[in-house]
Nanobody, 121 residues
């Protein structure tokens, strides 16, 4: 019932910056939370940042002070501003959304296809 499209990934040098975007569309009635996860080769997918609707943000300790998550509710879009990038930030970054359908209290989770971020000299 929802589709997520990520963009903004690419190759950047250590210390550089990137801004990821994720646009949600579909038949959902509301968005309760949006977030970003990442997965490097050989590693499990891990939380990077998450922002509930009207709530406080959550960040992984490894990115605090460097990454900022934000939303544009009118556009159903979540952003991840990444500054002071390090080689260990290299991974595929996935958008995640928690949505509701109609008037029911049920919630559903959807994932984007991922966008590659590579930090290298």
């Amino acid at each position: 019932q929802a589709q997520l499209v990520e963009s903004g990934g690419g190759l950047v040098q250590p210390g550089g910056s990137l801004r990821l975007s994720c646009v949600a569309s579909g038949s959902f009635s509301s968005i309760n939370a949006m977030g970003w996860y990442r997965q490097a080769p050989g590693n499990q997918r891990e939380l990077v940042a998450r922002i509930p609707s009207g709530g406080s943000t959550n960040y992984a300790d490894s990115v605090k002070g460097r990454f900022t998550i934000s939303t544009d509710n009118a556009k159903n879009t979540v952003y991840l501003q990444m500054n002071s990038l390090k080689p260990e930030d290299t991974a595929i970054y996935y958008c995640n959304v928690l949505v509701q359908r109609g008037l029911g209290p049920q919630r559903y989770i959807y994932w984007g296809q991922g966008t590659q971020v590579t930090v290298s000299s």
